[in-house]
């Protein structure tokens, strides 16, 4: 079985930035693209970004285009979020994800614990 660990939320204040990581382990992740989500009190979750198996392709979430970068290094088996200019508004668990093909939509096969980010203003 695989696994997604995801690490790097915290408090930080509005307009700072944010690395979040997603390490998998336990099958080739190497080669299934993988997306980000969140979900925010009360509401549903929601996507975020995605990038195909090789960083050729990626996709945004309206609401963060220009803001956050999605990448991945799969020697190291890890895929990024930077989240840069944060706001209240991205308060949420972030939550990775891993498909065997690039999608947009929320139909992943595996699915990390997620990690809270907190953005204070």
């Known amino acids: 079985q695989g696994q997604l660990v995801e690490s790097g939320g915290r408090l930080v204040q509005a307009g700072g930035s944010l690395r979040l990581s997603c390490a998998a382990s336990?099958?080739?992740?190497?080669?299934?693209?993988m997306g980000w989500f969140r979900q925010a009190p009360g509401k549903e979750r929601e996507f975020v970004a995605a990038?195909?198996?090789?960083?050729?392709?990626?996709g945004y979430a309206d609401s963060v285009k220009g803001r956050f970068t999605v990448s991945r290094d799969n020697a190291k088996n890890t895929v990024y979020l930077q989240m840069n200019s944060l706001s209240p508004e991205d308060t949420a668990v972030y939550f990775c994800?891993?498909?065997?093909?690039?999608?947009?939509?929320?139909?992943?096969?595996?699915w990390g614990q997620g990690t809270q980010v907190t953005v204070s203003s």
């Open positions: 336990g099958r080739a992740f190497s080669s299934y693209a």
């Open positions: 990038i195909n198996w090789n960083g050729g392709t990626t």
């Open positions: 994800a891993a498909s065997l093909r690039y999608r947009t939509d929320s139909q992943y096969s595996y």
